[in-house]
């Protein structure tokens, strides 16, 4: 599987982003994906995931209720809509794939990373 993540960039706090990851090389319709995220000088954590039915969704609890993910089946992509976003928000996004869960070490397939800077 090939993840593509774009959509980063600079926004101040309140702003909103969505990010996009687009997958190809299998059945994406068949994958569960997810966001990470990374800040500077901290671990890589989990921010959002879908699963491949696109029925369950899944967020870290600094996230719930400001970012939404969602899938197009039809164009082969995952979005993470952001709102109301925070400095602590800033880090390199990633989206992965292949796993449904938190734990990074489960994912085989992983995007090049998006950054966002939340910033006034």
């Known amino acids: 599987v090939q993840l593509q993540a774009s959509g980063g960039g600079l926004v101040q706090p309140g702003g909103c982003l969505r990010l996009s990851c687009a997958a190809s090389g299998r059945t994406f319709s068949r994958i569960s994906i997810a966001w990470f995220r990374q800040a500077p000088g901290k671990k890589r954590e989990f921010v959002a995931g879908v699963s491949w039915t696109g029925g369950s969704f899944y967020y870290a609890d600094s996230v719930k209720g400001r970012f939404t993910i969602s899938r197009d089946n039809a164009k082969n992509t995952v979005y993470l809509q952001m709102n109301s976003l925070k400095l602590e928000d800033t880090a390199v996004y990633y989206c992965?794939?292949?796993?449904?869960?938190?734990?990074?070490?489960?994912?085989?397939?992983w995007g090049q990373g998006t950054q966002v800077t939340v910033s006034s």
């Open positions: 992965a794939a292949d796993h449904y869960g938190t734990d990074l070490k489960k994912y085989d397939y």
